[in-house]
Nanobody, 124 residues
Framework: QVQLVDSGGGLVQAGDSLTLSCTASGRTFTIYKMGWFRQAPGKEREFVAAVRWSGGTTYYADSVKGRFTISRDNAKNTMYLHMRGLKPEDTAVYYC?????????????????WGQGTQVTVST
């Protein structure tokens, strides 16, 4: 089992920056990939970014390319999402996920473990 705790959300203004963190514990040596998803009210959970734990290959949704950067610190078992140029449409609950398998990264069904979510609200 892997436990995830995500944090760092808050209320910011459009154009601001924010960094989310997700720390894993438990059987972290089994982690193959980790990712960030977000869910706005009334919408389905959508892919934001992902990283392969070994090697560090990154993947991004088109809507965040060039504005968000995903990174990880293997020694701390922590993944980050650095967000800049935030827009009101980025407002959502952000969830981190982890998986011990799977070649694809953009489907939430591919992730077995989830954090509790952290709210990001971007005002105009």
């Amino acid at each position: 089992q892997v436990q995830l705790v995500d944090s760092g959300g808050g209320l910011v203004q459009a154009g601001d920056s924010l960094t989310l963190s997700c720390t894993a514990s438990g059987r972290t040596f089994t982690i193959y990939k980790m990712g960030w998803f977000r869910q706005a009210p009334g919408k389905e959970r959508e892919f934001v970014a992902a990283v392969r734990w070994s090697g560090g290959t990154t993947y991004y949704a088109d809507s965040v390319k060039g504005r968000f950067t995903i990174s990880r610190d293997n020694a701390k078992n922590t993944m980050y999402l650095h967000m800049r140029g935030l827009k009101p449409e980025d407002t959502a609950v952000y969830y981190c996920g982890a998986s011990d398998h799977g070649l694809t990264t953009e489907y939430s069904s591919e992730y077995e473990y989830w954090g509790q979510g952290t709210q990001v609200t971007v005002s105009t």
